[in-house]
């Protein structure tokens, strides 16, 4: 697919809620089966180490039902612990310049920041498998505004002190380019480096075009470089409406975007018509049909056809699987990209 070029069928890929996965053994799938192997769709490991500035991690407060962490990054968020949400994050600790050199003082990248046996043990099996690799890399507006600072103080600094978040943003990457050099020195390669930097929401992108090409694609496009001279491919995830940035994604060279959420107004076919020579899309399919097989069924018989053309496509949701998606009506899912996505 990165070649663009046509192989048997498209790659597929899926990532479901953690309650998804709940509802589906309850409906049929075997407790023990991983559900990638069971439903015989494409698999993926990841490969990455810790970028932080390892804050001591504890827990504040644990019920039956939700479980509140202070983490390595010095955030403190509540997460439910029995249903799928985004985190309610709660307090920082990085709310200045000061405190964020304090924060930057502590992140020395050392081997111990990378789980070497976790690695020693999967990889010959990930290898064996002909499993797809990814680097794992961890920079950028989205990971500060959800994890580190939050999202009205970096919408503001990036207004009012822009130094201070592209400093943020490249001690985040050369931190994350350094646990990945040290990961492929010692001959654990992958195929692809994969980062998530959702830089749009329902309407629009989070900043303008003009404050992306001064902050944040000069550190994308080091990224991309970084990958391309290992031999591997550049992956980003970004979701909401960016359509707005992917003329300039492309100019740095990305290679694939996901998940290009169509309930944004992310239009799978205008990529596919406009940028499908030059980049891999990966989605386009939007989640919130999959509990209605009848229309699901109707989008993949439209979609699949032009996006399959000449390689270049991913299929996947275009964000994850929610538990509203029955089993059965995934194992049909599975069945008809199978199909229209042959070659």
């Known amino acids: 697919m990165f070649e663009h070029k046509e192989a048997d069928r498209v790659p597929i890929i899926g990532s479901p809620w953690f ?41 504040i407060e644990e019920t039956d039902e939700y479980i509140i962490r202070f983490d390595s990054w010095g955030t403190t968020c509540k997460n439910w612990k029995h249903a799928t949400s985004t985190p309610h994050w709660i307090n920082r600790t990085v709310k200045d310049r000061k405190s964020w050199q304090m924060a930057k003082e502590r992140m020395i990248m050392t081997p111990d920041r990378i789980d070497w046996n976790f690695l020693k043990q999967h990889y010959p099996v990930w290898r064996k498998n002909h499993w797809w690799i990814q680097g794992y890399l961890w920079f950028g507006f989205d990971v500060t505004h959800a994890r580190i600072v939050g999202t009205e103080p970096i919408l ?73 001279n290992k031999g591997v491919v550049a992956h980003l995830h970004s979701c909401g409406n960016i359509n707005d940035l992917v003329p300039e994604l492309i100019e740095i060279g990305l290679d694939a975007l996901n998940p290009l959420q169509v309930k944004a107004g992310m239009d799978p076919v205008h990529l596919k018509k406009t940028y499908g020579d030059n980049l891999v899309l990966h989605g386009g399919l939007d989640a919130t049909l999959f509990g209605e097989i009848d229309r699901i069924e109707a989008e993949i018989k439209r979609l699949l056809p032009i996006l399959k053309q000449n390689g270049g496509y991913i299929f996947q949701e275009d964000h994850s699987i929610p538990d509203s998606v029955s089993f059965e009506n995934f194992k049909r899912i599975v069945a008809l990209v199978k199909e229209f996505g042959a070659y």
């Open 19 to 59: 309650d998804t996965l709940e509802r589906w053994r309850r409906e049929g799938l075997p407790k023990d089966a991983d559900f990638a192997e069971y439903f015989g769709i494409d698999r993926v490991a990841g490969i990455g180490g810790d970028n932080s500035p390892r804050f001591e991690e504890k827990t």
């Open 156 to 228: 503001i600094w990036m207004a009012e002190d822009p130094e201070f978040v592209i400093d943020i943003f490249r001690t985040q990457l050369d931190c994350s380019l350094q646990i990945l050099d040290m990961i492929w020195d010692k001959g654990y390669t992958f195929d692809s480096v994969f980062w998530c930097d959702d830089m749009g929401y329902r309407n629009g992108t989070f900043f303008s075009v003009d404050m992306y090409r001064e902050i944040l694609k000069p550190l994308q496009k080091r990224a991309i470089e970084w990958a391309h």
